[in-house]
C-alpha cells in the first residue's frame, strides 16, 4: 500500500470581449512556466509547453454552447480539468500550459459559468446532476474515452458523479480543496443547511451576500501568504460573471442544489474502496470553505493517495500552481504515463 503523506509549506517552492480577454489573460507565473524547459524533458529538441498553446473552443452539447480550453497533444494522457464556484477554466490558465508538453488538457466551463451558454433558470435545470450530464456528453462529444480528474470545489461533486458512472473511464484522482466527507463540512456551510432544509427569503439572504464583490475577492485572498501575489483580475473576471442578469437565481438554485452532495458522499467513499484510483491530494490548508479536516479522510479509503496540504488558501493554483503543476506532473508520468 501506498500512502505518502507530507504537510508541504509551500513559501517559497463589448461585455463578452472584456470577459474573454480578462480569462485569457496569464500572469507572471503562466508565462514563465510556458517558456520555461519541462521537467524531465531537457535537452535539444525537448518539448517545452511554448510548443502547444492553449486553444480556446467551443462545442455544441445539448443544445448548449460550452466553452472549453485545451492544450497539449491529443494523443498524451488526458486531464480533465473541473472548476470551482465562482470561476470558470481560467483558474487554469496558468496550469494547462505548464502541463501542455507531457498531457493532454481540456477545460470546460459549465452552464452558467465562464464563456458558455448561460440559459435562465426556467430553461435550464441548474443541479449538479444535470452539470454532471452536461459534462459527460462533452466528454463523449470530444471523444475523451480514458482521463484523469481534477476536481475543485464544484467540480468535486460534478466529476464525482462522472467518475460513479464510468469508473472505467478515471485513470487517477487529483483533489485540489473538493470535498467528498462530512468532516469537511465545518462552520462555513451553517447558513448553507439552513438554506437547503428550508428555502425562504430569510435563509436566502445570507446566501445572496456570498455574491458580491467582497466576498468573491475573500475567496482568493482569505488564507494565503501574501495577498500582493494574487492578481485582481481573478476576482474581478468573476465578479463579471456573477453580475450578468439572471446569473443571481443560477447560483442561488445551485447553492439549494448543493445540499444533494452530502447524501451521495457514501456512494462516492463507495467508489473508492471499490475501485482505488490512484488520487493526488493537493490543498490549500487555510481554507475556510473546505477546510483540511476534509482532506485527511481521502487517506481512509484509498490505498494509492499522495497527500499534501500547501500553505495558501481556497484557490490554491493563484499561490502555489508551480507547486501544483510539479506534483501534478510527477504522480501521473509515475502511474498512467
Given amino acids: 500500500m501506498r500512502n505518502h503523506t507530507n504537510e508541504l509549506d509551500a513559501k517559497r517552492l463589448g461585455r ?59 494523443d498524451a494522457p488526458t486531464l480533465l480539468l473541473l472548476h470551482g464556484f465562482p470561476t470558470s477554466s481560467q483558474m487554469f490558465r496558468n496550469l ?12 470546460p466551463d459549465y452552464p452558467g459559468f465562464g464563456n458558455s451558454s448561460m440559459p435562465t433558470v426556467a430553461e435550464f435545470d441548474y443541479t449538479f446532476d444535470r452539470l454532471a450530464d452536461v459534462v459527460e456528453a462533452f466528454t463523449e462529444t470530444l471523444g475523451l474515452a480514458r482521463y484523469s480528474l ?16 464510468h469508473p472505467e473511464r478515471v485513470q487517477a484522482l487529483i483533489v485540489q480543496n473538493g470535498n467528498a466527507y462530512e468532516e469537511g463540512l465545518r462552520d462555513f456551510w451553517t447558513p448553507f443547511r439552513a438554506y437547503w432544509a428550508d428555502r425562504n427569503a430569510e435563509t436566502t439572504a445570507p446566501l445572496a451576500a456570498f455574491l458580491n464583490l467582497e466576498t468573491t475577492k475573500w475567496q482568493y ?70 477546510p483540511a479536516e476534509g482532506a485527511h479522510p481521502y487517506k481512509r479509503d484509498l490505498k494509492d493517495v499522495e497527500f499534501h496540504l500547501l500553505d495558501t488558501g481556497h484557490f490554491a493554483l493563484e499561490e502555489d500552481g508551480a507547486v501544483i503543476a510539479a506534483r501534478i506532473r510527477a504522480f501521473l508520468e509515475a502511474r498512467i504515463a
Fill in 16 to 74: 463578452r470581449d472584456i470577459l474573454k480577454a480578462g480569462v485569457a489573460t496569464a500572469g507572471a507565473l503562466g508565462a514563465a512556466l510556458a517558456t520555461a524547459p519541462a521537467a524531465g524533458h531537457s535537452g535539444a529538441g525537448a518539448p517545452t509547453p511554448a510548443r502547444y498553446p492553449t486553444r480556446h473552443k467551443t462545442v455544441k452539447v445539448d443544445g448548449l454552447d460550452i466553452f472549453y480550453r485545451e492544450a497539449g497533444p491529443e
Fill in 221 to 290: 485572498t482569505h488564507g494565503v501568504r501574501d495577498t500582493e501575489a494574487i492578481s485582481p483580475d481573478t476576482w474581478t473576471v468573476d465578479q463579471y460573471g456573477l453580475d450578468r442578469p439572471g446569473n443571481r437565481e443560477i447560483q442561488l438554485q445551485l447553492f439549494h442544489d448543493y445540499g444533494s452532495n452530502p447524501a451521495r458522499y457514501p456512494a462516492w467513499q463507495a467508489y473508492f474502496r471499490a475501485h482505488q484510483p490512484p488520487t493526488l491530494v493537493v490543498w490549500g490548508k487555510n481554507d475556510y470553505i473546505f
Fill in 96 to 107: 494547462i500550459p505548464a502541463l501542455a508538453d507531457r498531457f493532454h488538457l481540456v477545460a
Fill in 150 to 165: 481534477y476536481l475543485m470545489d464544484y467540480g468535486a461533486p460534478v466529476g464525482f458523479r462522472l467518475a460513479l458512472r
